[in-house]
Each structure stands twice: as structure tokens, then as C-alpha cells.
């Protein structure tokens, strides 16, 4: 009887269009339950919580979400799979931790299932995530649910009352940041900031410092990438190019809130979305939480572009900055040279392979029904998603963002400079090498928590990021780690 | 067989009252002490199927003292002032002073002597790494942070818990309402205290952003200055842990005879007199013991520095066992038991000192 | 409430407290301010569970109805839309912090009252070896990849096999007093040290992110306090009851149980109240050891600082739920904890 009603209600879902999830029947799952972990919400964990009830009753299979702190996600699902614990079944977490889980065999390979996913619809999916960040050495272990870029937004009213253009080099940033810091522009009657960048320490900062240094350091494509030398594994942080970041980094301090050294995303989100800043450098999920009105008075005043770069490149053989030209930076825009980076490379579904298999069927199912673009096309509109576009039809069909609430001029600013970032041959792809955690969440993020507040200079900051890097490196094995990275980045 | 299953229950009664407390406090204790010994010498690493550790000698703690963890640990060094220098001989000279007096008392022990050098190079190590870190271009690290945390921290709590006490044994009216209210920190978690304070201390929208204000300090934020983020987090401690101070030494003013008191009193001795004179004597043993308890609570210091700063800025609030924990959070898992364990050390060498020096000569004079 | 004051001491105190009114004015405005800095904080997290995240972001406001408009939204979506996701991390908190208080009221009051009663003598020697044999233990697993169970065997085999040998050549033993400072100095271990090993040894096990893993954990971090303050309220009780239940018959389990427990529910109220704020409140261990099943409120109250921002309106409500039942006890064994129990044994 039970089972009987179930596909009646089912039957009429399907019928009401809300598809049922990769392949998955009605009672399919009955009595199955998935733990999935990730960060805690309300971002990535709310769409799947909103979406799980659909699912439960779509296939008999129950979700929990678990979330736990950001910087605690990484080696809680970790220790939990290696330690054979398994109360975890599945997590959303950053493809740039694969290979952590892959190596040990920790990650389901679902190659064949997601080549025969109909549900899934992957050929719509961005190449970048189906082909590199699902990834781990040919084989797919996850499937992108949210796609990152990070990009500068800029206040569009700002922009017209100073006469000023969107920043194209680091340069103009600070130059806009400088004009607009000091005056009103929420119409509060307080002074607002010129710009407001999350500095804290053990959260988010890491990825904007190498945001900044990118377009100074990659210039020849993708595959030179941006933290080591591809000969011999030399960090790339101590040079000319890192000095001129770091710089770049500390002088936007000037401009901004008092307390930005103990800001993370979300705050600055909530300043930026509040109209209390003119600029800031973050994610996709900007463009979405402006034009949420419960959040925002910023609406339709929100323009976005691609990271800045630099019309001074490094020279890798000598450790200086030179002039752009053909030959130093083939992929130069107007002679300044762009690298958009892909930082943590969108939150994706990955599923424990020690898993029962029927829960591991559940668990496949349930990513694939979130990211099915009936399901997937919703949610990257919604700014308390967290999840940003990476279909491509999502950055076509202007009517999805319209639905939304965003203004046609709005969606192709916040589109384009996503789309500028994903099609750039000289994209920076995020460190993917074991252990990376380390370098980036603890070397690096606690050099440039240290410079920032004073502890250290510029040359100490570099060479203690240097020493770190290297000293890790050579903890774990010198070749194995170059080779890990050239493969990464599918160098030769 | 009921019956003969008492009669063995009753002869073993002495062993059987222990065995529970001994067995937990055994596999709690013994076993993750010397594996955590372990871990501290070796380098954990996945590896296909799973994971192995791998046995690497002292390399962890020659990282944290000498290599490439010192300034996190050990801290940066300064050029030391000439009166620093001055200040660390005068300790020596006390310290040594000390040693030679008790060669010469006549109960002198090897273990007595052992423990106490282990005291004195510690004090002198401590004072030392202060001296060297706190100057100018220097920094302290998470040992310095967290000693500063045990004794500063435990000296404001004490001072204003016996204070809060002191007021209490008066005269007053509402005794048992202020006694309530007083214990209540001690009952939130320390989290939410620690997320409270990040409220309070919000200098833009707190509740005390207006005072900021009107004190010219609008554009100043406490998480951005070293010295300012370590009081705030000195401060949140301080409201959880006053309560414990205050009822304990209330308790001891309370049960002091009161005969002495009334005749200090009638003779017309002053409050501060009558406080330095009779009551202080009296209560010193018990303020002691309640202060060695607050210094082993409080080298275990995480969640107010870890919630407030995540350890910023820079490394400036971060204890050691956020430092152990951060560690962990990699992964790391020799680098953090190595952390632990100098932890560890530290903590034991202070509270058996403060233990052995301080407190048993005060028992030792009372009879 | 009121203190019971003997009629003499009564007397007494009114001569000495004699306040005049400018000391009067003193004391009062310090207790009032103290009384302001104490409660300040409890209010303003009160009132934030009542705001809308514009009235926290655009604050700050005091009152409410007078500058903010109240809302439920925050307890609502605690315990409307999070629901279960509430109530399983609570619960999970009430059964550790309960079933761990108990045992290690149980095991502490147990262990203190042999303490004050029997005589013990374990042997330096058989010490010694226990300890010996654990490293070996620790590193024929850790280091020679020797399987756990073999190597606890193994070691258990040997203690059992030479400790008689090894106690008769090493003769010198400990006393209570010995064992009563190993027990409370077990409070000195920082968790962190611990922390892991205990990780291991319950993944070892297959017992991480359970109940019992968490229960056990804190019953014996606890442990140490138990038996501390115990020790100290069972000392002070006159013997001559215990003698003569004996004299009638009554053994140990029986004179315990029956007649020095129910001496000492003012001892174990308080102890109990103090075992049970540091378990319930506890963060750093329940962050090792529990994941999904297990996870207790505090982790709940620390993972509201999300990457929208802290949300102060969820946590908040988080923190005035924590705190209302610990409170509410507290209320109930006021007398005790203010009976001057912990100063006995703190006088030691």
C-alpha cells in the first residue's frame, strides 16, 4: 500500500516536472540513509537540505546533511574514511583535496556511472569542471555542483559618480579603491570603505593573495602554473612579482575597514552587500547575494570583472618584473596580462568508497539529482546557495537571471566575467599536489596573516613561504611532488 | 553461588573501590601518554589503502626550537635591552640564591634537588625567552602567548575574584542574589563566550561602538593590534573564570573566626589592616591552591583565541593548543603531539613548582 | 534563599560590618557595576537572538520595541526548520554530559572513599613494568605494524607472567597518598596530548563517533576532580557510623551505598554540578572524537560562524539553550556549591 501510494505521488512529480534524479525509481532507496558532510552552512549545506525532502520522496532515500566548520572539513571527512570509521557516506568539499582522498582509495570512482548518466547532463557542464575538476588522473571521483572563479566586483553607481572605468590592472584597484574610500554611498550617513578584502587568518584569505599575484606571475598558460617552477618544484614566491602582491595586498588595507585582518568571506560579503564598500575580490556568490533583498541594497548597482592583472610580468629566469610584450605575455589583454584563477574549484559531491553500495547508489543519485539543470539552473541564481554557474547553459539563457531578480546589464557583467575567466587560456588552476592543505591553508596563509599584521616584512614574509614550501616538499619527496604537479597541470 | 559472589566481592572490597578509577585513568592516561611520545618522533603520511608513520628521531621538536617552526613556537628574536639583561641577572642571582639556601638547610634530597634545578632553568629559560621576544622587532610565540595567558591572566582573575569576595563578606544586603549572579559565567560554554565577546567587542556595531566613538577610536580595531586582540582574550577568560576564583575565596573569608576580627575591629584597625593582618594569613593556603587549579586550567586555553582570532593577527593569540590543534587540522600529527608535549612539560613544570615551592612550605608553616 | 547564619557569628558580623555610608556608596557601586559586567553580556546575547541580521548589521540597538522590532525568526528557524539538526546535537549533549557525570561520580566517590578508608601498597616494581610493557605495546603497534590485539595480549600475558617476579625484587611501594596526587594530577594533561592517542585508540576500536567513546572520554578527564573534592568531604565524615554497621554485619558495598553516600549529597551535589558544567560545555574533545552521530551543542554553537558571516541570531539562541538547563540545576543546588565544599578541598 505504502509503496503503492509512493509511486502514485511520484508518478506525479513526474508529471508536475520535477525529474526524477539519475536514473533513480520511485523506492528505489527506501530505508536508505546518506550521511553527507560538508562546511557548515548556511551556503552548500541549505540547497541540499531545501532539496533533500524532493529526493526523499522521489526515491525513498534519507539525507543528513552534516556540516562542520570550514576549516575543519578537510580532515574530519578524512579521518573519518582512513580511519575506517565511515559514518560518513559522501562529502561536498573542494576538488583540490582529491587527491588526498584518491591516493589512499578513499573516493568511489564513478567514471561509468556519470558517462551514462542521461540525468546529468554533462555535456552541458563547463569543460574545465567536467574535464579537470571532476578529475584525478583520467578518472572522475566528483561531480561539480558550484562553480568558482574569483573576480572583482565594483559598485557601478561608485564607478559613474568618480568618473571611474571597472579596474583593469591592480594599479586601477587601488586607484578606485582610493577614491571611493572615506565617502557615503549607502546613504547611511557614515563613511563607507574603498574596498574590503577577507584577510582572517585560518579562513579564506589564502586564495585572494594568490588571486593578486597571479596576472603578475603566469603568463605563458594554464600549464605554467603559478605556485612552483615546473623544473624543479622552486617555489615562485620569492621574487619581484610575490613583493609587488604583497605590496598590492597591504595597500588595500589602507582603504578599508579597521578590523579587515579579522574579516572572513561572509563579512565581507555582508559590508559589500550592504553598500558599505566599493570594491571587493571574492567568488561568484557576490553577484547573487546582491540581488537578494532580504540581504542587499545594492541591487542592479553591482558590476563584476575579471581578477586584475599587470602590465609587468615575472621573468622566472631572473626573479624581476618586465614589460609586457608579445613575447613575455602572449595572452596580454590591451598589454596587461590576466590570470584569472579558478581558486578551490567549486564545491563538488564526492562518495566514500567504502560505502554499503546500495548507500553509495543513494549517494550518486542524490549528486546527480543536484546537479541536474532543473535543480542545478534554480539554485545558482539563489545567493544563500552558495552554488555559482558552471552549465552552459546557465551563462546563455538570460531568463533563468531575469527570474532572479537581476537586471540584463547586471547578468551579463556578473556572466561575462565568469565567462572571461573560464575561456582564458591563461586560467591559474588551484594547487592539487598532496598535501596541499599544508602548503597553501598553513605555510602560506600564516606568512601572509603574519605580514599583514606587522610581524613580518616583505622579504621575510616570501622567504618563510619559501623555506615552508620547500621544506614540505622535501619532507614528502621532491620528484613524487613534481611529478604530481606537473600532472596537475598537464605540463610537460 | 550468589552468596559466595559477595563474600569475594567483600574480600576484594578494597581493590574493587579502585579498579574502575585506575583502569580509565590507565588507558586515558598511561597509554595516550606514551603513544602521543610516539607520535611526537615520527611523521604521519597517507599512503595507498590507508596510512603509515614513519619513525623520524627529534626532527618535530628541532623544528619548534630551532628550525623552521621557531617563530611559531619559540617566538622571533629581539636585540635585548641593557635592563633586561640587569633584570635576568637579578633573577639568576635569586634563583642560585635560593638553590645554595636549600644545599645548606640540611633536608636537602636528590629528588628535591633534581626537581628543583628543573624549576630554576625553567623559570630562567621563561624569563629569558620573555626578554629576548618582547623587544623591540622581536614576537612572542604560542609558549610565550600562552605563558602570558597563565600568568597575567591568572593574576587579574585572582585580584579581582578576591576583591568580589572580599566585598561580599561585608555587611550587605542581597548576599545570596549577588552570589548567584556572580557564579553565572561560569556556566556558559566557552564557545558561546568567546562568540559573545566578538560581539561586545565589535567596535562598528557593538553595543559599545558608541563609547568608541566618542573616544576617537572609530577607526581602531582590536583584532588588528597584537596586544590588543591578547587582552580582549585575556578578558573573555577572565569573565568565565573570576565566578570559580569568588566563591571559593568567599567561602574562605566566610569561614575565618571571627573573634580575632571583632577585636581588630574594636581596636579600631583599618579595613586594609584588618584585611593584611588577619584575614590574608588566613585565607594564603587557600588562595594558593585556587590559583594553582586556575594554572592548570588555563594552559589548556582553545576555544576564546581560536573563536575570536582563529590565532590572529599573525600568530599573535594563538595558544599552544591551538598551535597543536591547527597542526592537526593538516594533519600534521607528529608536529601537533610535538606541540602537545612541550605543552605538556611546561604545564607539569609549572604546576608541580608552584606546587612543591609555594604552597607545601605555606601548609608546612600553618602546623 | 536565605544563608542560615549561627546566632553568635550573626552578632558578630553586625558589629564588624558596621559599614559607614560612604562605605556603603563604595562597596554597592562595585557590586552594582560587577553585577552590570556579568550580566551585560547574557543580555546582549538575549536580545541578538531576538533581531533581524539588518538590526545587527546596522546596530547597535539596546532595546527592544523601543529601537528594534523583535523577532522570532531566529528561534524559529532553530527549532522549526533545523528541527532534528537541533535536537540530535542536544540530546546527544544531554546523554554524554548526564551518563559521564554519573560514572565518574560513581568511579570518583568510589575511588575517594577507598582512599580515605583503606590502606593500599602497590609495588614501585609492578608499576614500573605496567608501564614498561605499555610502550612496548605502543611500539611493537606503532612501529613493527604489530596488530593492536596481539600486542595488548601479549602484554597482558607478560605482566601477569613476571609481575610477581618483578614485585619481589623491587619491594618498595607507594602509598594513598601517592596514588591520591597521581589521580588528581591526571588534570595537569593538557587534551591536547591526549587528544589524538584517545583518537586512535577509539578508531582502533571502531567506537569513534559514539556515545560511549565520548562518555568514557569525559568521565575520565573528570575523574581527577571526583575524587579530589570527594576525598576531602569523606575524610571529614566521623567513622563511628561506618564501625558500627560493621559490627552489625553490613559489608563495605553496603556501608557505601547505605549510609556514606547519603552522608554526602551535599558533597556530591556540588561535585556532581561541577563534573557536569565541564562536560557539558566541553569543546576540543567532542570536536576529536564526534562527527556525525555524537556531535554535541557546543560544535553546533561553534559551526554557526559560516562564510555568510557569523550568524550571531542562531548562535545566540544556541548559547541561551545551553545555558537554561545547567542553569536551572544550578538554581536547585545553590546551598551546596555555596556550603563551602570546594574550600575543604582546596585547603587539603
Known sequence: MNAFKRMIWAGSLLAGGVLAAGGASAGEFDGVTINIMTFTGPQIAEPMQRRAPDFEKLTGAKVNIITVPFSDLYQKLLTDWAGGTNSIDAGVFAPQWMVDYVTPGLLEDISDRLANDKQAAQDDVAPFFREFSQKFNGKTYMITLDGDFQMVYYRTDVAEKLGKKPPKTLDDYLDFAKAANGQDWNGDGKPDYGSCISKKRNAQAYWAIISIAGGLIQTQGTSQGVFFDTKDMKPLVNNEAFATALKFYKDSTQYAPPDEINLDVGDTRKLFTSGQCALTLDWGDIGTLAIDPKESTVQDKVGAVVLPGSSKVLDRATGKLVACDAKTCPYAVDGVNHAPFAAFGGWSGGINAKADPKVKDAAYAFFSFMTGPKQSNEDVTIGRTGFNPYRLSQFQDMTLWKKAGMSEKAAKSYLGAIQDSLNSPNMVLDLRIPQNQKYEQVILDTAVARFLAGELSAEDTMKSIEDGWNETTDEIGRDEQLAAYKSTLGAQ | ?367 | MTIAIPATQAVARRKLGAMSPGTAIVVYTLLALWTLIVLFPLYWVAITSLKEPIDVSTGPYYLPFVDFQPSLHAWRYIFVDLANDTFRPYMNSVIVAFISTTLAMLAGSMAAYALARFTYKPKIGIILLFILLVALVVAAVMHWSVDWRIASASGLALFFLIGRAVAGRLRRSVGNSDILFWMISQRILPPVVAAIPIYVMFQRLGMLDTHPALILTYMTVNLPIVVWLMYDFFVGIPKDLEESAQLDGAGRFRIFFGIVLPLSKAGLAATSLLVLIMAWNEYLLALFLSTAHAQTIPLLVAAQNATRGPQWWYMSVLIIIMILPVMALALALQRFIASGLLLGAVKG
Open chain 2, 1 to 367: 553461588m550468589r552468596a559466595s559472589f559477595s563474600a569475594w566481592s567483600e574480600r576484594q572490597a578494597d581493590r574493587l573501590f579502585v579498579l574502575p578509577a585506575v583502569v580509565v585513568i590507565l588507558a586515558f592516561s598511561i597509554f595516550p601518554l606514551l603513544l602521543s611520545a610516539y607520535l611526537s618522533v615520527s611523521r604521519f603520511k597517507l599512503a595507498a589503502g590507508g596510512y603509515e608513520f614513519k619513525f623520524i628521531g627529534w626532527l618535530n621538536y628541532k623544528k619548534l626550537l630551532f628550525g623552521s617552526e621557531q617563530f611559531h613556537f619559540v617566538g622571533r628574536f629581539a636585540s635585548v635591552p641593557l635592563w633586561c639583561w640587569a633584570a635576568l641577572a637579578l633573577l639568576l642571582y635569586w634563583v642560585g640564591r635560593a638553590l645554595l639556601l636549600y644545599l645548606r638547610s640540611g633536608h636537602t634530597s636528590v629528588l628535591g634537588l633534581v626537581g628543583r634545578l628543573i624549576s630554576a632553568v625553567t623559570i630562567l629559560g621563561i624569563a629569558f625567552l620573555f626578554a629576548t621576544t618582547l623587544g623591540q622587532g622581536g614576537q612572542l610565540g604560542s609558549a610565550g602567548v600562552t605563558i602570558l595567558y597563565v600568568v597575567v591572566g591568572v593574576a587579574i582573575q585572582f585580584a579581582i575574584g578576591l576583591g568580589l569576595a572580599l566585598l561580599c563578606a561585608q555587611r550587605i544586603h542581597g548576599r545570596a542574589f549577588f552570589r548567584l549572579v556572580f557564579f553565572l559565567p561560569l556556566m556558559v560554554t566557552p564557545v558561546g563566550i568567546a562568540y559573545a565577546f566578538r560581539m561586545l567587542a565589535d567596535m562598528t556595531q557593538g553595543p559599545l561602538s558608541p563609547i568608541w566613538h566618542g573616544l576617537g577610536l572609530g577607526a581602531f580595531s582590536w583584532a588588528s593590534g597584537a596586544w590588543s586582540a591578547r587582552i580582549v582574550v585575556m578578558v573573555g577568560d577572565a569573565w568565565q573564570w573570576i565566578p570559580f576564583i569568588f566563591i571559593v575565596m568567599l567561602a574562605a573569608i566566610e569561614s575565618q573566626s571571627k573573634e580575632q576580627l571583632e577585636a581588630a575591629s574594636i581596636d579600631g584597625a583599618s579595613f586594609w589592616q584588618r584585611f593584611r593582618d588577619i584575614t590574608w594569613p588566613e585565607i594564603a593556603p587557600v588562595a594558593a591552591t585556587v590559583i594553582l587549579i586556575r594554572m592548570i586550567e588555563a594552559f589548556k586555553i582553545i576555544d576564546l583565541p581560536n573563536i575570536l582570532t582563529n590565532g590572529g593577527p599573525g600568530i599573535a593569540t594563538e595558544s599552544m593548543t591551538l598551535h597543536s590543534f591547527i597542526a592537526w587540522r593538516t594533519l600534521d600529527l607528529g608536529g601537533s603531539s610535538a606541540v602537545a608535549y612541550m605543552l605538556l612539560f611546561l604545564s607539569t613544570v609549572f604546576s608541580v613548582s608552584f606546587f612543591n615551592l609555594i604552597i607545601l612550605p605555606m601548609r608546612a608553616r600553618r602546623q
